[in-house]
């Protein structure tokens, strides 16, 4: 019987020929990754059990100092100081210190991970990898303390749906749209315990950072991961890139599915997501108008170049609505860094907008733009679940770049078509 | 194992955020996540939570972000058990990795109201609303899981198979 991309790669790292949806596996990880707010549990779950020299594997181990970057009180502070402590006993852990980014953007922009790699990482958004043809998958602070001391975690095969893409994207639509829209159709647990595989003519259309957006919200669909089917699109990033050997990994003509879609994507407009639910998405024109108290432009999903080139495109020359208060918050360092050398970050600065340091800020309510009673935010990043970015009553939207900085711009939710007539990619 | 408690009633989709915000997630310590378990949706849960007591959910309880602090605020909170037709699958492995009894089991959310008696076995899966005078069976654990909570969660288990 022929195999899915994910069951082919849980077979590798089993040790088998193949496995079937359902059964126990005991795997080997490529790589295991925490943050700030999910390592020192694990640290301390290690400790307790009297495991702090026992980690199997170090050099696989990646933890990117990004939740609270930098610290904003005490506890943050005292937790970044459990994480490097920890680091420290092992010369191979490798350490993301605060301001190098968040670990969803860094660890695909340095090469770390590839295809056909199996990857857990205390974090919900580690299925961001799929976008490379990786299988990885967000777990909790315990799974990744047993992960760290045996190198391996156990699993269960899960079913794959499958969702081939045809058409072409309309100016403005990006891969945020396409998983807004997939989220609109399935539901916040549409493909619970299941995996996405993305596949289709029309994804070639899609970059690879608009690729690492839709891998990046499977989980809001309840995915345990989202894998892109392996092109010449994942090719070119992961040539030169890689730094270790990648597997291309294809799914079997005759692989079974729990389900398959076939959509076109030609007729699509820029998606929006509604409070309380990423599912709650609607058309961008059935919003329009809807006053904004901030708009945010960064986090795991949105934050890489491409999407502040996108933001950029759009306020460039223009200034942010008085009303509200945009915040730009790059992806990575390196994402800062060449939004300087391209005078992106001129051109927010100009416009009246506030650029913070890479981190995950307010992304999650963390710091750094957390919203009043009753504000109303669009925003880039993946979740609009009440009380995400600051007072329970506060109203998250969710939607692309070129939205949010158009929103910006006249401080209404507003088509980037009306504010600027050309999208720039 | 029998567990007895009063339950507190949950809608669908209650995410992570919802049950420990964003905010809180600089604690580690139950005690202190529990003094705020839900409180977005309802300030004064945490103050009427009894030890012992069971949340009763409607469908995709857990979803969300893959804090583990969510399970421990529950645990904190000493809820005995959380029952529900089916849970987000990152919150699901949490519960049962620090030890958090956790059932998938159909029909008990629709017809249980907060303050009911809930009764619960965990070996045969049988769930009871005292109240109602209804019983229900929840899905038995995979073998796998089973003995991951027979040996006490999953660091116990890695620690067994070290010293083996
Ligand atoms: S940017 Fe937001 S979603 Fe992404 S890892 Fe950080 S907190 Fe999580």
Redesign the pocket.
């Known amino acids: 019987m022929g195999q899915t991309i994910a069951e082919k790669i849980l077979a590798a790292h089993a040790g088998k020929t193949g496995v079937v949806p359902g059964e126990m596996v005991d795997v080997e990880l490529d790589l295991i990754v925490g943050?700030d707010?999910s390592t020192p549990i694990a640290v301390k779950q290690i400790e307790t059990y009297g495991l702090l020299d026992k980690v199997a594997h170090p050099s696989k181990i990646y933890l990117a100092l990004?939740?609270y970057s930098p610290a904003k009180d005490i506890n943050t502070a005292s937790h970044i100081q459990l994480t490097k402590r920890f680091a420290d006993r092992y010369p191979e852990v490798t350490v993301f210190p605060e301001g190098y980014g968040?670990?969803?953007v860094i660890i695909p922009e340095e090469g770390l991970v590839g295809a056909g790699d199996l990857v857990i990482g205390a974090?919900?958004?580690t299925c961001t990898y799929g976008a490379v043809g990786a299988f990885a998958t967000g777990v909790g602070s315990t799974d990744m303390a047993a992960a760290m001391v045996t190198g391996k975690t156990w699993m269960k095969v899960p079913e794959t749906q499958k969702f081939v893409y045809t058409g072409k994207k309309r100016p403005f639509f990006t891969g945020k749209d396409l998983v807004l829209y997939l989220i609109r159709q399935l539901g916040v647990d549409g493909v619970t315990y299941q995996v996405m595989e993305h596949a289709g003519e029309a994804l070639l259309d899609f970059t690879m950072e608009e690729r690492l957006t839709i891998a990046?919200m499977a989980i809001e669909a309840g995915g345990k991961t989202g894998i892109v089917s392996y092109d010449e699109v994942t090719e070119r990033y992961l040539a030169g890139r890689a730094k270790r050997a990648y597997r291309p990994t294809f799914a079997d003509a005759d692989a079974m599915y729990a389900a398959v879609y076939e959509w076109d994507i030609s007729d699509l407009e820029p998606q929006v997501a509604k409070p309380n639910l990423p599912s709650n998405t609607v058309d961008v024109s059935s919003v329009e108008g809807l006053s904004m108290d901030q708009v945010y432009i960064?986090?795991?999903?949105n934050?890489r170049i491409s999407d502040l080139r996108a933001a950029a495109a759009i306020m460039k020359g223009r200034k942010v609505n008085s009303n509200l208060r945009t915040i730009v918050v790059p992806?990575s360092k390196a994402v800062y860094q060449q939004a300087l050398r391209e005078g992106l970050i001129d051109i927010f600065l100009e416009a009246g907008a506030l650029v913070g340091p890479p981190s995950?800020?307010a992304?999650?309510g963390?710091s750094m733009g957390i919203l009043a009673p009753g504000d109303r935010c669009l925003s880039t990043?993946?979740?609009n679940f009440t009380g995400r970015m600051g007072a329970a009553t506060a109203e998250v939207y969710l939607s692309n770049p070129s939205v949010a900085a158009a929103t910006a711009v006249t401080g209404k939710i507003t088509h980037p078509a009306e504010v600027a007539h050309e999208p720039v990619l | 194992m029998n567990l007895k408690g009063n339950a507190h009633t949950f809608e669908r989709d209650m995410n992570t955020d919802v049950i420990i915000a964003?905010r809180y997630v600089a604690s580690t310590d139950p005690k202190v996540l529990a003094s705020r378990i839900f409180e977005d949706l309802d300030p004064t849960l945490s103050t009427r939570i009894q030890p012992g007591d069971i949340f009763v959910a409607d469908a995709n309880f857990g979803c969300g972000?893959s804090r583990e602090h969510a399970p421990l605020a529950i645990k904190g909170a000493e809820v005995s058990c959380v029952i529900a037709p089916s849970f987000a699958r990152i919150f699901y492995r949490n519960a049962i990795n620090i030890g958090l009894p956790i059932l998938e089991c159909k029909g008990i959310y629709e017809v249980t109201e907060p303050g009911d008696e809930i009764e619960v076995d965990l070996k045969s899966g049988v769930v009871k609303n005292v109240t109602k005078g209804l019983e229900f069976q929840a899905s038995p654990f995979p073998e796998f899981i089973l003995s991951l909570i027979e040996q006490g969660g999953l660091m116990e288990k890695v620690v067994a198979d070290l010293n083996r």
């Open positions: 943050n707010a990004s939740h968040i670990e969803h974090d919900s958004h990046n960064g986090s795991c999903t934050g992806g995950c800020g992304c999650f963390g990043t993946n979740r | 964003g972000s």
